[in-house]
């Protein structure tokens, strides 16, 4: 991105009186410095501009539990599931993590989330019966069967040494048996994978899965031919899940800033995940704040309150999203975080504006991205209306289409489902957008994975 030149010439033919040069200079320049900040937005926004396991079968019946583990929090849930594999009822719990546990040892992860389990299980059912487990982790990890994976790396803050490499699955599986419990996980998957399982449950036409919440992933149905990796393997639907854990993509056509990469310098999995920074909830307060900081830096526009700016991760997405979506004339919610949160007190009208315009920017950027990983399946599965899928084979007319989605970020952030919905219709054209439906899929991750749970323990009873 280009310099801008910050210098303004101010003088006159005759200085007369001092006193009132020094005032043409003093506004001059605090004129230049407001010029500044807005030039710092405007390079920001010019540099953006150029910018899928076979589905549920229907016969699986009785009481199923699952646990959702994901980010600083992870879910227990009981899903009871009647005749033809209606679900009849399903109980949802939160649990935080303890933030030294996702530094600590995995025995110690995995013994609290052990006995939470318990816990919910005694409340719920207060005996002691075996049970199928559904367990979603969304980490990547290196898959080796339905029920086993070895996790490949941390992400969303994650940082406990030594875990890369280790069955999850069998893990929890030791911490359950330390617990007492008479259950064994029967399905290890992702939050993607449960939610589109789900999906799939309620609509057959859902063939793709999208998490855009702390973190983002996306999964899809493949057929089994076209996966090189199945060498020649079948399933009985003839169909895959395919994970892509597309929060690690990364391209050299991607609108990387300079606060991408100051971001990308201050976490923990440096180089991992760049396109999970660009778009999920953990990280888009935090590149608001960086573009905050240099116009602090660079400007008077905040007076003095650089070192405000200065401190990591103090503008939240919640909060971001709070400012952008503040309507009232005179942006009393802006200049209420602003002075509570950032401790920045006094900020004149035009500069809550500014602020506003930084977020409005960081979140319109990643719902389109988002979006654009979207388009990205529908045209790998020749769903986008160009007739063709990237394997060769041609269609018709457009078919319907549903993306089932989960996250926090684009079901509590209205503006930011706003600009996805938009940059859909814009890639897609409007024909098309009319046949694909995004479906907001609740709980998704966690009561799919019990569905799952129940449709593969049906082969390994004896086991469980």
Known sequence: MGKVGLGVAAGCAAVTCAIAAALVARRASARARWRRAVALLREFEDGLRHAARAPCDRNEEGIYYAIDLGGTNFRVLRVEVGAGSVVISRKVEHEPIPEELTKGTLEELFNFIALALKNFMEREDGKDERRALGFTFSFPVRQTSVSSGSLIRWTKGFAIEDAAGKDIAQCLN????????????????????????????????????????????????????????????????????????WGNFWSSHLPRTLYDISLDDETQNR????????ISGIYLGEIARLVLHRMALESDVFSDAADSLSVPFTLSTPLLAAIREDDSPDLS???????????????????????????????????????????????????????VASTGRTRSQPRRTVVAIEGGLYQGYPVFREYLDEALVEILGEEVAQTVTLRVTEDGSGTGAALLAAVHSSNRQGSI
């Open 174 to 245: 030791e911490a359950l048996a330390r617990s007492g419990l008479n259950v064994r996980v029967t399905a290890l998957v992702n939050d993607t994978v449960g939610t589109l399982a789900l999906g799939h449950y309620h609509d057959e036409d859902t063939v793709a899965a999208v998490i855009i919440g702390a973190g983002t992933n996306a999964c899809y149905i493949e057929r089994t031919d076209a996966i090189i990796k199945c060498q020649g393997l079948l399933t009985n639907s003839g169909g895959m899940v395919v994970n892509m854990e």
């Open 271 to 278: 180089n991992d995940q760049g396109f999970e920074k660009m």
């Open 333 to 387: 919610e802006v200049k209420r975080i602003l002075q509570e949160h950032l401790r920045i007190p006094g900020t004149p009208l035009k500069t809550r504006r500014l602020v506003v315009k930084v977020c409005d920017i960081v979140t319109r950027r990643a719902a389109r991205l988002a979006a654009a990983g979207i388009v990205g399946i529908l045209k790998k599965l020749g769903r986008d209306g160009s007739g």
